[in-house]
């Protein structure tokens, strides 16, 4: 058996966290011979939830599960933290765009971002979930300067997955079949899912639909799938949401598959011609622990144009959140 490493889990009595930290304990994010201690954060009116949510850990006797601390306080919750997911914030409503929660979410992870600088451990891989992630996902990056930025990333995991289903579906084939999807850019509306190169039983997904359905259909239908989700439930996607982010820490800590990759939302070295500092969600593949962008990706004039306008959302929010970007 391994040494058990630290999970900081935020929001962890919310609707994500219920579904998440069940799955963190059981092994299925990092391994079946990987023990946890979660350190679980939320604010203060949220500790009698959490506590019950504790209980329900407990009562499940899991193996890896070595330890379980609850608290209000976020120095403590991040305390050698080697892995964190940022899930606290507020979710949106229908009617509404990722982006208008900056002004409710973004001082959440300022503060965050120096409580890890300050007391996490130094390797330590972060996610961030909440929304807007991959904003969030740059204000605490930059609030905590001790710490390589490439470990601060954000989540398209679930557009990934999304993008992948719809493939699937429309070819008449199962998600085993679809390989090398990308998500480009910002978890929002003007995300990009490439199907040009994607593949289907390895061949290009592109070559197998028309341009019409690609533009018409699948592309507002991934953008728009957790609008969809919000209409139909009445709340935000939560068991999906919480299966991505396990996905995608599994992904980083264990590796990728052959010559497949994954969509994560990371530092921006300016490859593609992208930003430098922007949290992007590029083609990535994962080995010993650590990302590195896919290189050599085809783009051409179409993908070019969806590329950019998300890039430059991504740079308006930032923008919009100087205040916060030490
Ligand atoms: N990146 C992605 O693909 C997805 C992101 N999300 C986002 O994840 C976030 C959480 O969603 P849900 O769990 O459904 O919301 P929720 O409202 O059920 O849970 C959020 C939890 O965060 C807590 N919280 C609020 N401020 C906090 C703080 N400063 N520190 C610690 N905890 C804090 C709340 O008390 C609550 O328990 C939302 O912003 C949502 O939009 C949701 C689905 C997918
Ligand atoms: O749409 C939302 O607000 C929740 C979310 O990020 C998603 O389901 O992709």
Sequence with gaps: MKAPVRVTVTGAAGQIGYALLFRIASGSMLGDDQPVILQLLDITPAMDALEGVRMELDDCAFPLLAGITCTDNPNVAFKDADYALLVGARPRGPGMERKDLLEANAAIFSAQGKAINDHASKNIKVLVVGNP????????????????????????????????????????????????MTIWGNHSATQYPDLFNAKVDGKPAIELVDQEWYENDFIPTVQQ????????RGASSAASAANAASDHMRSWALGTEG???VSMGVYSDGSYGIAEGLIYSFPCRCKDGDWEIVQGVEVGEFSRAKMAATEQELSEERDAVQHLLP
């Design 259 to 261: 010559d497949d990759w």
């Design 133 to 180: 992630a991959n904003t969030n996902a740059l204000i605490t990056q930059r609030n905590a300067p001790d710490i390589d930025p490439r470990n601060f990333t954000a989540m398209t995991r679930l557009d990934h997955n999304r993008a992948m289903t719809q493939i699937a579906q429309k070819t008449g084939k199962t998600v085993n079949d679809v390989t090398n």
């Design 225 to 232: 799938r957790g609008a969809a989700i919000i209409k139909a």
